[in-house]
């Protein structure tokens, strides 16, 4: 399954003007409790700075050179020892994933002291209900899946089934919440102030994609869904950042 095709080079850098909205106006400061605008600054601050030195964003992740379709970047994932926090970053087969515009994807995992005592909530016991109870004990949890443009800009935010990760899943509620409340320190800083930021502004699009793996997965009355293969891809939703900055900008 794991193919050896190497993905079309991405850019070398992103440049400022491939977000509209930082044509338009120089970024304002935000007031010290506007948690979004906050959020915005940030993401503007990290894709303006990673132009001035002409460099994208997963440059120094991927060492200058074009991404091995399955392969794991970091290799051993870009771990966070204090928050219990990790990811990595692969790309697909054009293939694999014949619809997907996406250049390729962040997988956000959180390991178990984050959550381990959560599981016997009544969110988490109905959630653990709806798949099929499951005996497995994974040492994490697949939280979500940020997907990327060949530019490094966010596109998309999905879920996919727990056979493709490994692992499991969590609650809507507690999966909002560790999302919400996420601080990322990988030794990758750039790529963590994008996944944060966009925990933050995308708070809408976060309880639709979560109501959507819901949905996806209540139909399925068998025990084994998790995994079951032919359900892979539960819930996407795109994301303008365009859009959502340029609404912060104008309020």
């Not at 949890?141 to 966010?154: E, M, S, V, W, Y």
């Not at 990322?184 to 102030?193: I, K, M, R, S």
């Amino acid at each position: 399954m794991r193919g050896q095709q190497v993905r079309p080079k991405m850019c070398s850098q992103v440049c400022a003007k491939e977000l509209t909205f930082m044509k338009k106006a120089q970024p304002r400061s935000p007031k010290p409790d506007n948690r979004l605008a906050t959020a915005g600054l940030r993401l503007q601050q990290t894709y303006a700075g990673l132009a001035e030195r002409g460099e994208h964003l997963l440059g120094q992740l991927l060492k200058g050179e074009p991404p091995r379709q399955w392969t794991h970047y970091p290799e051993d994932d870009a771990i966070d020892a204090t928050s219990s926090y990790q990811w990595f970053y692969h790309s697909h087969s054009p293939e694999d994933r014949p619809d997907a515009v996406e250049h390729g994807h962040v997988h956000l995992f959180v390991r178990r002291p984050l959550w381990g005592r959560r599981l016997y909530s009544r969110s988490e016991r109905a959630f653990a209900e709806l798949c099929g109870n499951p005996s497995a004990s994974p040492a994490t949890r697949h939280l979500l899946t940020i997907g990327f443009d060949a530019k490094g800009l966010p596109i998309s935010l999905f879920t996919v089934n727990s056979w493709v990760t490994g692992d499991l899943m969590l609650g809507a509620d507690l999966t909002l919440e560790l999302l919400s409340s996420m601080k990322l320190a990988t030794g990758h800083p750039e790529v963590d102030a994008v996944i944060e930021s966009i925990a933050q502004l995308c708070e809408p699009e976060l309880w639709e994609v979560m109501r959507r793996r819901d949905d996806a997965l209540r139909p399925h009355q068998a025990a084994n869904k998790l995994q079951d293969e032919t359900l892979e891809l539960l819930s996407e939703v795109r994301i303008d950042l365009d859009a959502k900055l340029c609404a912060l900008m104008s309020d």
